[in-house]
């Protein structure tokens, strides 16, 4: 019944009245896919991005520390493949996926000349690709989007998925929705000049598919730690390359979240009412998933369900990826009281049940929904020191 072709476009119906008795049922089915890209340079993420954006007219929404960096080089390269891109910067930072910064993207769109099938195209970590994939998903119902991460945390987890979300300060991604990327397309050239920390931070997400999904990648990231930490390019590419394969893998099977018991949450219940609890920004997402599965895998050896050897080799990896492996690494002071307080709207929010995924084994997980408070305060003390955690 679609026809592209210009002219004048015939409809014609014959429907019938439907029965009495008859049940109204409306449906809806959507099966998307889109190709994730893994290329060594910053001119192949711009060639291949030429290539998506099909001579569709583009709208650039970027970090702005990325602006500084790349800017010129993307901007110039669209331009020289016929393009005329409108810019917006993004503030860096967490506190950027804001509502306040969805609105003032809307009404950038809004007097931009972008049509219904033109492309936004999203430059910068997560908070952008989330920001930007949310502003996206709501703009005239939603438009397409590409997503070019440029941190690690983005390229190994954030860019992939189609969950992208602002927060809110009773919760983490409390405003958000699922809307799929049209491509993604990640550069490890980008990340020659992210922070120290935000490399560690982007490890993170990497130990956390491979100890819920993958021990072939555990052993990859174990053997690597070193040359990943010195940023080897060709390490890089295969951390980046193997996490989104990964990841496609395990959301292909519940893309919509109909079931919310997902081992990709690892590490998440706890991290992300950590990043609430300190009021999104001093630390980062990463750095808050890294002791959020140390807690978790703590509730887990306390329940008897993995062995001492599971935590202890979490810590041992965390630590060399330099990332906090106990509340005192943490950059900053983690107030208990203040983050089973954000637990408890959390698990409020879930209509009551708190979901919490324990590791097993090395790809093998258990997802609970009977974590207590004081079972929470347990782990959380005996988390609290890096040498308590391995040792008790
Ligand atoms: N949607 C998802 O499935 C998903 C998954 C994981 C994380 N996330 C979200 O991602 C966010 C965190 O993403 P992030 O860690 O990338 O943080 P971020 O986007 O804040 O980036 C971290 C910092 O790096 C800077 N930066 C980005 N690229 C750079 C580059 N190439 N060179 C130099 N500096 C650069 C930014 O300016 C920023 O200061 C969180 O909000 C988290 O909730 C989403
Ligand atoms: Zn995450």
């Given at each position: 019944?679609?026809?592209?072709?210009?002219?004048?476009?015939?409809?014609?119906?014959?429907?019938?009245?439907?029965?009495?008795?008859?049940?109204?049922?409306?449906?809806?089915?959507?099966?998307?896919?889109?190709?994730?890209?893994?290329?060594?340079?910053?001119?192949?993420?711009?060639?291949?991005?030429?290539?998506?954006?099909?001579?569709?007219?583009?709208?650039?929404?970027?970090?702005?520390?990325?602006?500084?960096?790349?800017?010129?080089?993307?901007?110039?390269?669209?331009?020289?493949?016929?393009?005329d891109p409108t810019v917006r910067t993004v503030p860096s930072g967490e506190a950027s996926k804001?509502?306040?910064?969805?609105?003032?993207?809307?009404?950038?769109?809004?007097?931009?000349?972008?049509?219904?099938?033109?492309?936004?195209?999203?430059?910068?970590?997560?908070?952008?690709?989330?920001?930007?994939?949310?502003?996206?998903?709501?703009?005239?119902?939603?438009?397409?989007?590409?997503?070019?991460?440029?941190?690690?945390?983005?390229?190994?987890?954030?860019?992939?998925?189609?969950?992208?979300?602002?927060?809110?300060?009773?919760?983490?991604?409390?405003?958000?929705?699922?809307?799929?990327?049209?491509?993604?397309?990640?550069?490890?050239?980008?990340?020659?000049?992210?922070?120290?920390?935000?490399?560690?931070?982007?490890?993170?997400?990497?130990?956390?598919?491979?100890?819920?999904?993958?021990?072939?990648?555990?052993?990859?990231?174990?053997?690597?730690?070193?040359?990943?930490?010195?940023?080897?390019?060709?390490?890089?590419?295969?951390?980046?390359?193997?996490?989104?394969?990964?990841?496609?893998?395990?959301?292909?099977?519940?893309?919509?979240?109909?079931?919310?018991?997902?081992?990709?949450?690892?590490?998440?219940?706890?991290?992300?009412?950590?990043?609430?609890?300190?009021?999104?920004?001093?630390?980062?997402?990463?750095?808050?998933?890294?002791?959020?599965?140390?807690?978790?895998?703590?509730?887990?050896?306390?329940?008897?369900?993995?062995?001492?050897?599971?935590?202890?080799?979490?810590?041992?990896?965390?630590?060399?990826?330099?990332?906090?492996?106990?509340?005192?690494?943490?950059?900053?002071?983690?107030?208990?009281?203040?983050?089973?307080?954000?637990?408890?709207?959390?698990?409020?929010?879930?209509?009551?049940?708190?979901?919490?995924?324990?590791?097993v084994a090395l790809g093998e997980t258990l997802i609970a929904d009977d974590v207590g408070e004081?079972?929470?305060?347990?782990?959380?003390?005996?988390?609290?020191?890096?040498?308590?955690?391995?040792?008790?």
């Amino acid at each position: 019944m679609t026809s592209t072709a210009p002219g004048p476009f015939r409809v014609r119906d014959s429907l019938p009245l439907p029965a009495a008795e008859a049940t109204l049922i409306a449906g809806a089915e959507r099966h998307e896919q889109y190709r994730i890209d893994v290329v060594p340079r910053v001119e192949d993420v711009l060639a291949r991005a030429v290539e998506v954006l099909d001579g569709r007219a583009v709208a650039v929404f970027v970090d702005e520390t990325v602006e500084v960096l790349y800017g010129g080089t993307l901007l110039t390269g669209l331009r020289a493949a016929g393009h005329d891109p409108t810019v917006r910067t993004v503030p860096s930072g967490e506190a950027s996926k804001s509502l306040d910064q969805a609105l003032a993207a809307w009404h950038w769109l809004a007097e931009s000349q972008l049509a219904r099938r033109d492309v936004l195209l999203t430059v910068g970590g997560g908070v952008v690709t989330d920001l930007g994939g949310w502003v996206a998903s709501a703009y005239m119902r939603g438009i397409p989007y590409v997503n070019l991460p440029t941190t690690l945390l983005a390229q190994v987890d954030g860019a992939v998925g189609g969950k992208v979300a602002v927060n809110h300060p009773v919760a983490k991604n409390l405003l958000g929705a699922f809307h799929q990327p049209s491509a993604v397309i990640a550069g490890i050239e980008f990340l020659g000049s992210i922070g120290d920390r935000e490399l560690c931070a982007g490890l993170a997400e990497a130990i956390k598919k491979a100890l819920i999904a993958s021990p072939a990648y555990w052993r990859f990231i174990d053997d690597h730690a070193e040359r990943l930490r010195a940023r080897d390019a060709d390490a890089l590419l295969t951390l980046v390359r193997a996490a989104a394969a990964i990841k496609a893998a395990l959301i292909a099977r519940d893309p919509y979240e109909l079931d919310l018991r997902r081992p990709l949450n690892f590490g998440h219940a706890v991290g992300h009412a950590l990043e609430t609890a300190t009021g999104y920004g001093p630390l980062l997402h990463g750095e808050a998933v890294a002791y959020g599965m140390v807690v978790e895998t703590s509730v887990a050896v306390r329940r008897g369900l993995a062995p001492h050897g599971l935590l202890d080799d979490l810590v041992a990896l965390l630590l060399r990826c330099g990332l906090p492996a106990s509340a005192d690494g943490l950059p900053i002071a983690a107030p208990q009281d203040e983050l089973i307080a954000a637990l408890d709207k959390v698990r409020l929010i879930r209509g009551g049940s708190l979901r919490i995924v324990l590791p097993v084994a090395l790809g093998e997980t258990l997802i609970a929904d009977d974590v207590g408070e004081r079972e929470l305060r347990e782990a959380l003390d005996a988390t609290a020191e890096v040498g308590t955690v391995v040792t008790q």
